[in-house]
């Protein structure tokens, strides 16, 4: 399963679980859910308005522009 929503999610985003993993990751991950919550809150009928414009780099992966309406 992929997107958001996925579970489980294994993702590595603040490390693999070693000796260095992320020490703010509880804050972060808290202070994410209260954005995305607030978005949702304010814009309820948010949805995608196209594909996303992905960044080209064989290094990092991401999105440079995702555009939506409300
Ligand atoms: C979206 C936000 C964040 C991401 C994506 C992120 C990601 C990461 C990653 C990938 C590492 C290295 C993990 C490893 O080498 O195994 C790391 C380490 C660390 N992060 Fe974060 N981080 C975030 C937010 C924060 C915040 C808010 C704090 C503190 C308030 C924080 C404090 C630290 C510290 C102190 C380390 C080093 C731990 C060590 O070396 O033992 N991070 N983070």
Do not use: Q
């Not at 949702?40 to 996303?52: E, F, Q, S, T, Y």
């Amino acid at each position: 399963m992929s997107g958001i929503t996925r579970d489980p999610n294994p993702h590595l985003g603040f490390g693999g679980g070693g000796p260095h993993h992320c020490l703010g990751k509880s804050l972060a991950v808290l202070e994410i859910d209260l954005i995305f919550d607030a978005i949702a809150d304010a814009m309820p009928g948010l949805r995608l308005a196209g594909d996303p414009r992905r960044l080209r780099s064989a290094w990092v992966n991401g999105v440079n522009e995702l555009r939506v309406e409300a």
